[in-house]
């Protein structure tokens, strides 16, 4: 049994059972089928000469397949039919979203139609173009096409709906200026030194020129050609650029094999004394040193080719290692880091942080990789060691979420008899009544998660419960939302995940506090356009309102941010 093999169906198994997103493996699973089929085909070749040559005259010679051509089958049969439900999945899912972004362009389209209140519009058109930017990608087929209905459609609107005639004109001039800054942005893209930074600003310019409202009609076509002509131009330039580099990556490549053929003829080489040691040595790391010289070699064959080299690399210094009695303490310095390693892995083995254990695991797991091999003696034991830690955390993460079915259903029977419980508490007035309810709330934070289906109504209706609580015992409504929050805070602080919690809430508050100071600065330059003494202009007490409603919204806010990080 091929050695070579046994060590290709090992990776090809441990590629199938890794914990990772299927869609990460398909490459290595495939470069893992072709190093195995042309193996069988060299090895089927050498069966054939060889029997070829002792056959009688007459007599049909065959090939003979062993244990490991079976098993690579089974494992290939394993990845198909994974693969295949996969595919399945995803297009499933891409045909969900564009089903969901043609229902979107519908809805917008009627209401271009038919809504000709402001408020009712502008709130409907916020909504759909946030579901429109939470739907996820849809064939690439159909992509172009949608995203040029969803513009027309955007456009269409800001034109055909019943604007505010006092600033109209504004918006429009401020609107034109706004696209003929982006058209000389996206211009100025055309001779940026950086690919990456034209790739990255091209699509934000172009989501940018969607979210400007429109201008005047007798200039639209112009700038409108003007802006995509621009954009036209600069996808050319990203085109052209990545078809010279696939020239210059097919052209690396053939130097990359020709270095691999030069050290592989090197590990051929027999190496009889001390000079001819040095010697290949030396050639060596010439050989790597015009490989460094070398660039990259496509994203398909670069990793393929360097596992090349570096093979014939390995297989040089296992040659010369009867040269170099400093090997030895080489191999020692490897295991003494994998028995570190070993020991850091023992330590977390138990624990039940399931989503940062994991991450340390696989951290692990990945330096281990990195770590050359100890000696031939020791790398076994030391690896079956290594694997048994990380199966047994791994297992129990299994095993656990296996149960979570169960234990969510037993966490909502608990809390709906919490919710039983509080709705026929008789609150007192003042800090007596506080501390019941904060008691049950604190039993409440304290049982787990339960199905999620249910926890929108169940954790909604508990709030509400709450906030009558407390209004029983005499807070005012101001107090009430603050004492919510407060408990969320505690609930998220008291989680295994309470540092991410409290990020993404300290991010969502500061992202929400920006836009509302944003508006509040466009409410104060709408207000510069009437001038003064225009008090009395409804248009202008309404922007006033909602200039002092913001405020109110951004103290609000502040407050909870500083509740957060106190």
């Not at 002792?54 to 397949?65: D, M």
């Not at 800001?158 to 996206?186: A, G, P, R, S």
């Not at 010369?320 to 023992?346: C, D, H, Q, S, Y």
């Not at 029983?472 to 101001?478: A, L």
């Amino acid at each position: 049994m091929s050695d070579k093999k046994k060590d290709l169906i090992q990776k090809l198994e441990e590629a199938l059972k890794q914990e990772v997103a299927f869609d990460q493996i398909i490459v290595a699973v495939k470069e893992l089928k072709t190093a195995f089929v042309a193996l069988v085909k060299s090895e089927s070749e050498k069966q054939l000469k060889s029997k070829s040559e002792e056959a009688i005259e007459g007599e049909e010679v065959k090939p003979v397949h062993d244990e490991m051509d079976q098993r690579f089958t089974e494992l290939m049969t394993e990845f198909n039919q994974r693969k295949k439900e996969w595919d399945e999945h995803r297009t499933a899912e891409l045909a969900r979203n564009l089903d969901t972004k043609k229902r979107i362009l519908e809805d917008l389209e009627k209401l271009v139609e038919e809504e000709q209140h402001i408020g009712h519009a502008f709130e409907k058109l916020t909504k759909l173009k946030d579901e429109w930017n939470a739907t996820g990608a849809v064939p690439s087929a159909d992509y172009k096409e949608l995203q040029r209905q969803y513009s027309h459609v955007i456009e269409r609107f800001f034109y055909q709906i019943n604007i505010y005639k006092t600033l109209k004109e504004y918006d429009l001039k401020k609107n034109l200026q706004l696209k003929l800054e982006l058209t000389e942005k996206v211009k100025s893209l055309i001779t940026l030194p950086s690919l990456k930074e034209v790739r990255d600003l091209i699509g934000t310019y172009v989501r940018e020129w969607d979210e400007i409202g429109p201008t005047y009609q007798n200039q639209w076509e112009q700038v409108r050609d003007d802006f995509w002509e621009n954009v036209r131009q600069v996808h050319k330039r990203i085109s052209d650029h990545y078809k010279h580099l696939k020239e210059s990556q097919h052209s690396n490549l053939e130097k990359k094999e020709e270095l691999c053929k030069a050290l592989e003829e090197l590990v051929e080489e027999k190496i009889e004394d001390l000079r001819q040691s040095n010697r290949a040595m030396k050639r060596l790391n010439e050989i790597r040193e015009e490989w460094k010289k070398v660039g990259f070699a496509g994203k398909n064959k670069n990793d393929q080719i360097w596992k090349r080299f570096k093979k014939a690399t390995d297989d040089f210094f296992k040659i010369r290692e009867g040269f170099n009695e400093g090997m030895k303490e080489v191999f020692k310095e490897n295991e003494e880091r994998k028995i570190k390693l070993i020991e850091a892995a023992e330590k977390i083995k138990d624990s039940m942080d399931w989503k940062g254990t994991s991450m340390e695991m696989k951290k692990l797991q990945d330096r281990w990789k990195r770590i050359p091999p100890a000696s031939q003696g020791k790398e076994q034991k030391l690896w079956k060691r290594f694997r048994a830690v990380t199966n047994h955390f791994f297992d129990a993460r299994k095993a656990y979420f296996d149960g979570r079915e169960e234990r969510e259903k037993n966490n909502l029977v608990k809390k709906e008899a919490l919710l039983k419980k509080l709705k026929s508490l008789k609150v007192e007035k003042g800090d007596a009544g506080i501390s019941s309810i904060n008691e049950l709330s604190k039993d409440w934070n304290e049982v787990g998660y339960v199905p999620v289906e249910q926890k929108e109504i169940i954790e909604g209706t508990f709030k509400k419960l709450v906030a009558e609580k407390l209004k029983e015992s005499g807070k005012k409504e101001s107090e009430v939302k603050d004492q919510l929050f407060s408990m969320k805070v505690e609930v998220m602080k008291s989680a295994q995940n309470s540092d991410e919690l409290i990020r993404n809430e300290y991010n969502a508050l500061t992202e929400k506090l920006q836009k509302i100071e944003s508006g509040i600065k466009q409410y104060e330059n709408n207000l510069g356009f009437f001038g003064s003494n225009v008090k009395d202009n409804p248009l202008v007490k309404e922007v006033l309102d909602k200039m002092e409603a913001s405020k109110a919204d951004a103290e609000d806010i502040r407050a909870k941010i500083k509740m957060l990080v106190e």
